[in-house]
Structure formats: C-alpha cells, structure tokens
C-alpha cells in the first residue's frame, strides 16, 4: 500500500488498536489446543484418584484466566477434600512413580522445593506440535482464587483487558524481560501491573477495584479468609456489568501507549508499592524499604507489586537491580516507538515486538 505522510494521532490509534486485536487473535489457542489440554488434566485427575480419591485437579493461571496464548503451560493445582491426606512430599514422589509407569510424559518431580511440584512434559507430535508443559502444585487456594480474580477482571471489560495483557505477554517474552529465575518479571506480575494500571492509575479508572466494593451481604471470616488472607473480592460480574460502566472510553492503543509511558517515567519505583488491593502504598509503610536490619531487603524489594492477596508477598521480589534496569529500558523504548508514529501501525506493531 501506498505510503501516507503525516497520520494525526487519532488516526494512529485508531489503526494500532485494530492492529493489536488481529495480532492477539491469531496468538489465542486453538480449540483443538484446548480440548488436549482438558483431556490431559482429566487423565491426570483419574490417575491420582486412585492414590487419593478424595481429590480434584484444578487449572489455574492463564489456562483458567483467560489470559493464555497459544503453547502457554498449564499449572493445575491438587486439592485433597480429606483429613488424613499424606504430605506433598510423599505424594509428589508417588505420582511422579505412577505418571512415569502409566502415561508418555516426561516427568521430574519436585519434592523438595520450596512448594513441591510435579513437571511434566510432552514432546512435540502431529497435532501438538508444541508439546505440552504442566505443573501440578498442591492446597495452592490461594493461587485458584487470585486466577479467579483475574479472571473477573478480564470479563467486566474483555475487549480492552484482555487485548492489553495478552499483547504484553508477547511482548515481555520476545523481549526476553520475562525470566524471574534471570531477575525479571514473570507474567503473572505483568498482569498485575495492567490491572493496577486500568485500577489506579487511569482516571477515569477502566476497571473497578473489585476488592473494595461492598458485598451484597454480610458474609463471614470463614468464608472470606484462607490461611489468614482475606480473600474475598465481588465476583458476580454480570451484576457488576449491569451497574457499572466506566466513563473511561480509550482504545486499546492509547491505553498501551499510556501504559509505557507511565511505567518508563511516572511509577514511583524507589518508594512506591503497587498494589491492586489498595492503590499506591509506600515501601516504607510495609517494611519493604532499605531497612539496614533486613540485609537484603533492598535487593528484594527494587520493584513492588503486592499480591492481592498475600499481601506481605512481593510478586517482583526476584526482579534484580539489573533486571528493573532492563525492563525500565523496554518501556522506555517501547514509548519511543510509539510517541514515533510510523505513518503505518503495523510497523510499530513489528517494531515493539522485534
Ligand atoms: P503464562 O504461563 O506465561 O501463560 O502466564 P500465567 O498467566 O500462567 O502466569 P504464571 O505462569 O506467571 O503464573 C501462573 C499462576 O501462578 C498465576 O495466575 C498465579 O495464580 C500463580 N502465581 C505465579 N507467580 C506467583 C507469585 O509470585 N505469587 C503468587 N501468589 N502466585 C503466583
Ligand atoms: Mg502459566
């Protein structure tokens, strides 16, 4: 096509935006990819019923939040409903036993790690041919209900949502600033830095804080907490969609283009916590600062995303002085391309993603 000169910023966002929705579209998984995947957690439920009957197989993560592109891995999660269930460890170790004898994965299991886990994995095949990548975690509740809270999110507003974090899940990966084990951020916490983004920081906010509006009904500790975090948030979206709209009318383009620009320059990086729960909350204010008498308190803390949950937990915690150097370094690169305006929006497409 012929090339156009000047292209005013409406008309720039205006094409971007159409450009990110077709980009994100043919990245989704394919029904097919869905339907293995599925059969897959179903066998793998069958084998572990026959050491633990009382238990069910759960996705979480972005097979269950709609969240996932093509290839994603999938986390399930094992909940036991008895009393007397044997500990993660020896269970890990007698599922891995079981899966190697009955099944064509791969399989390492994790006994020992901080929170034991089973991996497996399937090699490429006709039909698959990525492979499959699994873990299977234990009791994570805590895990299932923060999925589910990104899940509501990215249903009160999908067009918007979801075509935001799933390009900035492409994004991160093909600019290789998604490794935690390498210092950077992983995907879970970009996802948290677009909600609090559409939360906190756009005004008119694109999404309510569904952890701060008020039940319909009183409702107990017991139903709102698990393992003392309280966990409640207002889940009944197609209510919530009724009453509330958002004044707030960007596209997803200037939304994106916004996002860059607030995390390169205006995040309060040194003494600032982003939290979805509560706003923007200070290191200081929950010990997460340069307290001498913390030691390495500094090197955990150089970004701050609260979970929403687990509130005393530092989802960035293994991003490195490094690493926040290098992601600093891509927001700010990706603002340049776009604050640019190629007289084509794919070309900045091309250009982010390079
Ligand atoms: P892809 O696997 O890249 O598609 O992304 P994902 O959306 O599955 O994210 P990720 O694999 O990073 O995390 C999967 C799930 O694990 C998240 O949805 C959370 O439920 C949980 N999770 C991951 N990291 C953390 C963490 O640091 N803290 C807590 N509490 N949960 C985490
Ligand atoms: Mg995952």
């Known amino acids: 096509p012929p090339r156009r000169s000047h292209i005013s910023r409406a008309q720039f966002a205006a094409e971007l935006t159409q450009c990110l929705v077709e980009f994100v579209v043919q990245l989704l998984p394919t029904q097919d990819e869905l339907s293995i995947k599925e059969d897959v957690r179903k066998l793998l439920e069958r084998l572990i019923r026959t050491i633990e009957p009382d238990s069910r197989l759960l996705s979480f993560g972005s097979t269950a939040n709609g969240f996932s592109l093509r290839n994603s891995d999938m986390d399930l999660c094992c909940l036991i409903d008895s009393e007397d269930r044997l500990p993660a460890t020896d269970l890990v170790n007698m599922l891995g036993d079981l899966f190697a004898r009955e099944t064509k994965f791969h399989i390492k299991p994790l006994p020992h790690a901080r929170i034991p886990i089973v ?148 995040f309060a990086y040194n003494t600032g916590v982003a939290s979805i729960r509560a706003g923007l909350l200070t290191k200081e204010s929950k010990g997460w600062d340069n307290d001498p008498d913390k030691g390495t308190a500094r090197e955990r803390n150089r970004l701050c995303i609260e979970d929403p949950f687990e509130t005393n937990f530092n989802v960035s915690r293994c991003v490195t002085r490094d690493g926040l150097y290098t992601i600093r370094g891509e927001f700010m690169r990706a603002s340049r391309i776009l604050a640019a305006r190629p007289d084509r929006a794919f070309v900045a497409l091309a250009q982010l993603c390079e």
Not at 152 to 174: E, H, N, Q, S
Request: with cysteine; glycine share 4%; hydrophobic share 40%.
């Open 119 to 266: 991996k497996l994995s399937l090699d490429p095949q006709p039909g698959l041919p990525y492979g499959i990548a699994c873990d299977i975690g234990f009791e994570n509740r805590l895990a299932l209900e923060n999925t589910r809270l990104l899940m509501c999110y990215a249903m009160i507003d999908p067009m918007r949502v979801r075509t935001l974090v799933l390009f900035l899940k492409v994004w991160c990966k093909r600019r290789k600033i998604n490794s935690p084990y390498k210092g950077t951020l992983s995907s879970y916490g970009y996802v948290l830095l677009v909600i609090y983004f559409l939360v906190h920081v756009k005004n008119p906010p694109v999404l309510p804080n569904l952890q701060q509006i008020p039940p319909l009904r009183p409702i107990s500790q017991d139903e709102t907490h698990i393992n003392g975090f309280n966990v409640w948030f207002f889940d009944d979206v197609n209510l919530l969609r009724q009453r509330w709209q958002s004044q707030n009318t960007e596209s997803v383009a200037e939304l994106l283009i916004d996002f860059f620009k607030f995390y390169s320059r205006d």
